[in-house]
């Protein structure tokens, strides 16, 4: 025994020593070997379960840093099913809120009637880690309670073989990863499925992985699996099998704390900071797969109010840790560059995994030296068994890709994005528009489309789109008024546009608008044309009306001081096919003004009226009174 040793015992034991100083020391130090002890014993399950899955089957498809990274400190999450009320058979929706290994426990020996599970979730959400862990976690049964299973990456590019060799496959449950990273799933979902589902109709039961993003729709999501039952069906049972459908819930609060408590046992006040940063940043536990990088955040402090902001902090402590052989620059470009040519030539390849030689031809073209790789758990690239690299998170590659668009890359324009590079690009346009970018055709088009969905789905866009010039996708129309304007050129007019008009042209169909109501003012950007919301609270005379619009200006009504009678082009515009509310215009627009007068003019005393009230357009003496309702020009930028 050692003199240390010897000198502690007889302290610990000889009350006269124990002084206040001596016993906090000794709660402290018993206190560090409790949690050491503790956490060497997760640290030692851990391990167990990333061996045994890198015996059974892992190491050659998944690769031990994304078995190590999907094992390590993994909570099980919860399950959820979709509303009952959108099912048309209510026996096919699961229970809401489960515990997500239970309900699989289930699944996986409930009868013949629900041999095919969906299993659906966000980018980020732990699809893969919950494959791996639920794989692992059967292994580790008594072998009475043992499901024979099997795991099958589709994002490797010879998926289908794998499956054709797995044996005794009326005895095994097969679990398909990630369908939305399968290339040919990619180019037609539905046709792949129908391939998977017919190379998988021997297994027990088939459970597939997939985002839920990847269907364009919920309609899209596939109900029957195109395998038909075998023998008897019970009544009500269709002749196919048709998919169970099951969501994973973001991590509650207890499971967050219990995440912390494994990632953090010791010093508390880490935990107390990570507790903290998840506190003020929701996204982390909404996408549990960020967890894992707290301490890049942490080490950030940098403020985070988008999911693009997590995986920039991600990006750059990455380089920094590479910083030492690299340039940390010149590494970014190199990881953005490939990520696109993962994506671009991911058919070609037949996954989004490149070849070292590959690579290393690439790393030369693109001047960045890669002798010294250093790719670790933390890494943005993992290499598998067979020395192939893939980023570590589909999501990260997606990030890179969003970056690269976004910055009108020549190589992203034939690209189609993925719902997730969608989902990025549109967090970054705020930011971009802000620092006066270029704005390529590409994100033009881009903010269009999200325009026109936004007035679809009834929701606000997350930025001003009249800070980007949109005029190519908008309709032109005139902004100079006619001092003799006839009807026959009225109704040409009605006719090029296809305006509607009751009188004149009663088949015009009218055009899509997109309007966004900002408080007195309404944006077209169907038209790229701001309008009053309102309008003059009185009939008024044409010259009045006149007067009114210098009014408006020199009041600089809306913070704008070009405000003028719109054209008649411009009023028919607002024409609708169909009353709503009792008028030809869309109820974005005060009901007050029922008909408005128009810049246009058939002679010195005769000018355009254009009636919501009965949807058309007439000629008045300019003595008549008529309401205003005024425009501001802006036609290609407001």
């Given at each position: 025994m050692s003199p240390d040793s010897t000198n502690f015992l007889q302290a610990f034991f000889d009350s006269q020593q124990w002084t206040i100083v001596a016993v906090v020391s000794l709660l402290v130090a018993m206190a560090g070997?409790?949690?050491?002890f503790f956490g060497f014993r997760s640290y030692r399950q851990q391990r167990r379960t990333q061996k045994l899955l890198e015996k059974s089957f892992g190491s050659e498809l998944y690769g031990p840093e994304t078995i190590e990274r999907s094992t390590r400190y993994y909570i099980p999450p919860n399950?959820?099913?979709?509303?009952?009320?959108?099912?048309a058979e209510i026996r096919r929706v699961m229970p809401t809120e489960e515990k997500l290994f239970e309900k699989i426990d289930k699944y996986l020996t409930r009868d013949e009637s629900g041999r095919h599970l969906l299993l659906l979730a966000d980018s980020g959400m732990g699809k893969s880690s919950f494959v791996l862990n639920c794989y692992a976690r059967n292994q580790q049964r008594r072998k009475s309670r043992r499901q024979r299973l099997a795991v099958v990456p589709l994002g490797i590019p010879d998926a289908d073989d794998y499956i054709a060799k797995i044996d005794d496959q009326p005895h095994t449950v097969i679990f398909l990863d990630a369908f939305d990273e399968d290339t040919k799933a990619i180019k037609d979902h539905r046709q792949r499925l129908l391939e998977l589902m017919h190379a998988c109709r021997k297994f027990k039961r088939v459970l597939i992985t997939c985002r839920t993003q990847f269907f364009p729709s919920d309609e899209e999501i596939p109900r029957e699996t195109g395998i038909a039952r075998v023998g008897p069906r019970k009544a009500g049972e269709e002749a196919k099998y048709e998919f169970w459908k099951l969501y994973l819930s973001p991590l509650d609060d207890e499971q967050v704390e219990a995440f912390l408590r494994k990632r953090y046992r010791w010093p508390f006040g880490k935990r107390q900071q990570a507790r903290a940063l998840v506190k003020k940043i929701p996204l982390l536990s909404a996408r549990p797969m960020l967890l894992a990088y707290i301490p890049?955040?942490?080490?950030?402090?940098a403020k985070i109010e988008y999911a693009f902001q997590l995986y920039e902090v991600l990006v750059e402590k990455w380089l920094e840790r590479e910083s030492a052989w690299v340039e940390p620059e010149a590494l970014r470009q190199f990881s953005e560059r490939l990520a696109v040519d993962l994506y671009a030539h991911r058919q070609r390849r037949g996954a989004e995994r490149i070849s070292r030689v590959e690579l290393a031809g690439l790393a030369k073209e693109w001047n960045i030296p890669l002798d010294d790789w250093q790719l670790s758990g933390r890494?943005?690239?993992?290499?598998?068994?067979?020395?192939?690299?893939?980023f570590a998170h589909r999501s990260i590659m997606e990030y890179l890709v969003a970056r690269r668009w976004i910055e009108g890359d020549a190589a992203c324009n034939e690209l189609e994005l993925s719902d997730q590079m969608k989902a990025f690009v549109l967090e970054m346009i705020p930011q971009h528009l802000a620092l006066k970018k270029p704005v390529s055709k590409s994100l033009k088009l881009f903010i269009w489309e999200m325009l026109k969905s936004s007035v679809t789905l009834k929701r606000p866009i997350p930025f001003d789109a009249a800070t980007c010039d949109l005029g190519e996708f908008q309709l032109r129309l005139r902004a100079k008024p006619i001092a003799n304007l006839k009807e026959e050129n009225v109704r040409a007019m009605l006719t090029k546009h296809e305006f509607f008009d009751s009188h004149l042209n009663n088949e015009g169909k009218g055009i899509a608008h997109l309007y966004e109501a900002r408080g007195k003012l309404v944006v077209d950007y169907a038209t790229g044309l701001m309008w009053q919301q309102s309008g003059s609270a009185n009939q008024l005379s044409y010259a009045n009306a006149e007067k009114y619009i210098r009014d408006l200006n020199n009041q600089r009504f809306g913070g704008y001081h070009d405000w003028r009678l719109p054209m008649l082009e411009e009023a028919m515009s607002l024409i609708e096919p169909k009353?709503?509310?009792?008028?030809?215009?869309?109820s974005v627009f005060d009901r007050k003004q029922r008909w408005i007068w128009t810049a246009d003019k058939e002679s010195a005393g005769v000018a355009w009226v254009a009636y919501f009230s009965i949807g058309n357009c007439g000629r008045f003496f300019v003595g008549y009174s008529f309401f205003v309702r005024a425009v501001r020009a802006g036609q290609l930028n407001i």
């Open positions: 070997a409790f949690f050491e399950c959820s099913s979709v509303d009952p009320a959108q099912e890049d955040l942490l080490e950030s402090g890494s943005l690239l993992n290499r598998d068994a067979e020395g192939n690299y893939k009353k709503l509310e009792s008028l030809y215009l869309d």
